[in-house]
T-cell receptor, first 115, second 119 residues
Framework: AQSVTQLDSQVPVFEEAPVELRCNYS??????LFWYVQYPNQGLQLLLK??????LVKGINGFEAEFNKSQTSFHLRKPSVHISDTAEYFC?????????????FGSGTRLSIRP | SQTIHQWPATLVQPVGSPLSLECTVE??????LYWYRQAAGRGLQLLFY??????ISSEVPQNLSASRPQDRQFILSSKKLLLSDSGFYLC??????????????????FGAGTRLSVL
């Protein structure tokens, strides 16, 4: 079984400042890792994914994340945030061998950008 | 390209009334389909998933049921709504089984959601 822990429920940041949203996972099997973003009253949009290969993955809107297997982490970063990045961010994990492709989501981190 | 549609976008229902939320996917065939609920200030809880027509797996015991009458149609239902059924309901799809390579089958794509208020 897998689990995902997002350590911060809310992260306030000033505009143009860097941000890191933390995510740790637990799994006894190999996994794929994802970050999704949810803007108010909308569905979830895939931000980036780690499937294999380079541990540093780049996504949309200037975000990137680094897979660290030894620390079982997949932290999300952006060097300079914008007001439009205000949203909730979900880290997620999926068992590589799951035939139903089920995903386990973290509880989310609400990113608020201050001008 | 593939698209996923959910309706209605918002719904206000009295306690004890029935519920039917519909989700359809276009541009792909044989998808896996999922229903999630997102309670206020909380993460996503997987309610049901389906790997084929008529094949429904329930993740948590509850007042809801799901059906898949057609390949790309997924319906969430209840005979009698409870106050605790309020929340944001999301439908999602993914490529089925081994059709996707290198992990692409594990990527889920979400609809816009239905906000349900039970009063």
């Amino acid at each position: 079984a897998q689990s995902v822990t997002q350590l911060d429920s809310q992260v306030p940041v000033f505009e143009e400042a860097p941000v890191e949203l933390r995510c740790n996972y637990s799994s006894s099997v190999s996994v794929y890792l994802f970050w999704y973003v949810q803007y108010p009253n909308q569905g979830l949009q895939l931000l980036l994914k780690y499937l294999s290969g380079s541990t540093l993955v780049k996504g949309i809107n200037g975000f990137e994340a680094e897979f660290n297997k030894s620390q079982t982490s997949f932290h999300l970063r952006k060097p300079s945030v914008h007001i439009s990045d205000t949203a909730e961010y979900f880290c997620a994990v999926s068992d590589r061998d799951s035939s139903a492709s089920k995903i386990i989501f973290g509880s989310g981190t609400r990113l608020s950008i201050r001008p | 390209s593939q698209t996923i549609h959910q309706w209605p976008a918002t719904l206000v229902q009295p306690v004890g009334s029935p519920l039917s939320l519909e989700c359809t996917v276009e541009g792909t065939s044989n998808p896996n389909l999922y229903w999630y609920r997102q309670a206020a200030g909380r993460g996503l809880q997987l309610l049901f998933y389906s790997v084929g027509i008529g094949q429904i797996s329930s993740e948590v015991p509850q007042n809801l049921s799901a059906s898949r009458p057609q390949d790309r149609q997924f319906i969430l239902s209840s005979k009698k709504l409870l106050l605790s059924d309020s929340g944001f309901y999301l439908c999602a799809w993914s490529i089925r089984g081994t059709s996707g390579r290198g992990g692409t089958k594990n990527i889920q794509y979400f609809g816009a959601g239905t906000r349900l208020s039970v009063l």
